[in-house]
């Protein structure tokens, strides 16, 4: 991966296409944690591909191009979602929109829903998008030791999710006996 970051740096388009294709998923489940809507995170991801060739030729070390990507697209993400704050909810217009569907992932969908964010974007980066602990502390700001702990704390909760026979509901994890 680092020879198509150099050479993407370099100005080489196709190079920086097979980038991004080699890191869509990353990208969109990483957006989903924050936004939980398709057309946000069609928007989150778009913006992100766009700053990032535009901004490729700053990229200090090739080694770090996922790690750098990645800040982008949460920064991109935080920037949609203080957007969506500060003006009044006009509601889901988009709402059936699908960003890509060989990208959805119900079930994967439903565990980061069941978990709190701080515990989902953690466990996402680590797990999916193989970022090591000293990456996501630096990514996320917050300390190492934080990062263990919500590891093992978003460990535990998708344990009981997946072993518990409970049941998801808005966000919040909701136990109960699944009758089929």
Known sequence: MEQLVK???????????????????SLYKTAWI???????????????????FEKIHTLQNPKYF??????????KST????????????????????FEPQYEHCEWKLLMNALEEKYSVVLNLYYYDELSVKEI????????????????RGRQL??????????????????RHCEE
């Open 7 to 25: 050479k993407a740096i370099k100005g080489d388009g196709e190079a920086f296409a097979a980038l991004i294709q080699n890191n869509m998923q």
């Open 79 to 98: 920037d949609i979602v203080r957007k969506k704050v500060s003006v009044a909810d006009v509601g889901n217009i988009l709402e059936s929109y699908s």
């Open 34 to 52: 924050y936004l939980k809507n398709d057309a946000d995170v069609a928007d989150a991801v778009q913006d992100t591909i766009l700053a990032c």
């Open 66 to 75: 996922k790690t750098w990507m990645i800040r982008i697209l949460i920064n």
């Open 137 to 152: 502390s630096k990514l996320l700001g917050i300390k190492q030791n934080t990062v263990l702990t919500r590891l093992r």
């Open 158 to 175: 998708l344990r009981k999710e997946l072993e518990g026979g409970c049941a998801f509901n808005n966000e919040k994890l909701v136990y």
